[in-house]
């Protein structure tokens, strides 16, 4: 307790003294971000607190050139792999790397290390304080633990009328450990990535669509899973929503990823109705996950436990965001959860309903 009390008086500390984005010279500009998200569950009776930031960097190095760059951390791991609540053991991870090459036209080009473009929170999706929500409704914008690349990307800024409009295309490579959604994780590396983006705004609305796909070649250390080769092949569709009706905002998201051979079809969907007055903005939120698994007629030998055929994961939040200044936010929500895991005919389904209070701290500076 008395680790999580000075972890939030450091945070406390740290978004007060830097509350404003530094600009070193005509060149170089300095931001930040921190998020403190403490929850409560109901049912386990357990409290949790998590602290996360980051910095980013940018750097003119000429009129059409420049170099960009954003790290972020979070709360790591103890050597056993169970979650630490110490501040030696946080992970920094490098998010963004890249040069900025502009042409004539409103054209980009693009060259380094990215989060993978599709959705519409690409760039902001650990920046908390850029939704309304006490966290995301998706628990994870990728491909089952790969949500990152190393390439190129060009982009294409263009307007009609009223309308302002983004067209990107990706290209590269990555290397990631995938989760196969049964607990099973595998290294992997993913040639031929190919992302096409499309993104039209309006006074009136915002709509983001996506489309990604690679090959991947896993590393398969036994024997267990028969298949044919080591090659995967995913693809991922992603639109996303948001439609402004006065005081009102809807904002809904659709995701497929579907990989062959062991990985399952994942479908992730969500909604929500957000009403601002003033400083304030109450919201309702519905997300669900879907999960469903190949046939298990792959496996070469006899299983020891009993496989999951399907399983989903479903969320209903009612919560509250209040704008304390340009940099602050404070948010409040009380989610239920509803967990089912479907075995086929020989087992009995599951399920595990729990709910939790979670309140949220987000600072950008």
Not at 36 to 61: A, I, P, T
Request: net charge negative; with cysteine.
């Amino acid at each position: 307790m008395l680790n999580k009390f000075f972890k939030l008086n450091i945070f406390l500390l740290f978004s007060t003294v830097s509350l404003y984005a530094e600009q070193f010279t005509e060149s170089f500009r300095l931001d930040g971000y921190a998020n403190v998200n403490m929850k409560e569950e109901k049912q386990e009776r357990k409290d949790s607190l998590k602290v996360s930031g980051g910095f980013q960097g940018r750097y003119e190095v000429s009129d059409n050139m420049a170099i960009t760059g954003q790290v972020h951390f979070r709360e790591g791991h103890k050597s056993n792999g169970m979650p630490s609540n110490s501040l030696e053991d946080y992970d920094t991870e490098l998010k963004w790397l890249y040069l900025d090459y502009y042409f004539k036209d409103d054209i980009t080009l693009r060259l380094g290390a990215f989060q993978f473009p599709i959705f519409k929170s690409s760039e902001t999706g650990d920046i908390g304080y850029t939704y309304t929500w006490t966290e995301t409704p998706l628990r994870f914008y990728g491909v089952f633990g790969c949500d990152d690349y190393e390439g190129i990307e060009l982009l294409k800024n263009f307007s009609y009328g009223d309308y302002n409009f983004l067209a990107q295309f990706s290209y590269g490579q990555s290397t990631n450990e995938l989760s196969d959604g049964r607990g099973t994780s595998r290294n992997g590396e993913a040639s031929d990535l190919i992302g096409l983006t499309f993104k039209t705004s309006h006074d009136d609305f915002l709509l983001s669509v996506g489309y990604i796909q690679a090959k991947s070649t896993l590393d398969i250390p036994d024997i267990l899973i028969n298949i044919v080769d080591d090659t995967v092949n995913f693809n991922m569709m992603a639109l996303e929503s948001e439609f402004y009706l006065g005081d009102y905002t809807l904002k809904s998201g659709f995701i497929k990823t579907n990989l062959d051979n062991v990985f399952p079809e994942d479908i992730k969907y969500y909604t929500s109705l957000e009403y601002s007055y003033k400083d304030i903005t109450p919201y309702i939120l519905y997300s669900k996950e879907i999960l469903k698994f190949k046939d298990a007629s792959r496996f070469n030998k006899p299983l020891p436990v009993k496989l999951v055929d399907e399983q989903y994961s479903e969320k209903y939040s009612l919560g509250v965001r209040y704008d304390f200044n340009e940099n602050m936010a404070f948010k409040f929500s009380y989610t239920y959860e509803n967990d089912v895991k479907k075995y086929g005919n020989i087992f009995n389904n599951s399920t595990d309903k729990s709910s939790n209070l979670m309140g949220t701290i987000n600072v950008i500076f």
